[in-house]
Nanobody, 126 residues
Framework: DVQLVESGGGSVQAGGSLKLSCAAS????????MGWFRQPLGKEREGVGY????????SYADSAKGRFTISRDNAKSTMYLQINDLKPEDTAMYYC???????????????????WGQGTQVTVSS
């Protein structure tokens, strides 16, 4: 079975940084799309960005451009999300997700991902 496990969340003050990790097991990276999503309490889940594991292309939601960076380490089967200059509005549960299909234009559609982690909470205080 494919398992995704997030870690690295926590409580930080505005302006701080966090690096979230998504460790994958039972998963073949080739030809796949991996994404980060977040869900504030009481709100819908939204796409933060993705990395195409073939082309290594990354792309981000407008709300994430400039402060969020997605990367991966194939040797560790781990994807990362670096968040800088954290803001209170970044407070949310952060999830990683993976799917066999390419990212293409549908990367932000949560319903098209096959595998999800359990999430890691990020709380930013002002």
């Amino acid at each position: 079975d494919v398992q995704l496990v997030e870690s690295g969340g926590g409580s930080v003050q505005a302006g701080g940084s966090l690096k979230l990790s998504c460790a994958a097991s039972g998963y073949t990276y080739g030809g796949n799309c991996m994404g980060w999503f977040r869900q504030p309490l009481g709100k819908e889940r939204e796409g933060v960005g993705y990395i195409d594991t073939v082309s290594l292309r990354t792309s981000y939601a407008d709300s994430a451009k400039g402060r969020f960076t997605i990367s991966r380490d194939n040797a560790k089967s781990t994807m990362y999300l670096q968040i800088n200059d954290l803001k209170p509005e970044d407070t949310a549960m952060y999830y990683c997700a993976a799917r066999a299909a390419s990212c293409a234009l549908t990367w932000a559609r949560a319903d098209l991902y096959n595998y999800w982690g359990q999430g890691t909470q990020v709380t930013v205080s002002s």
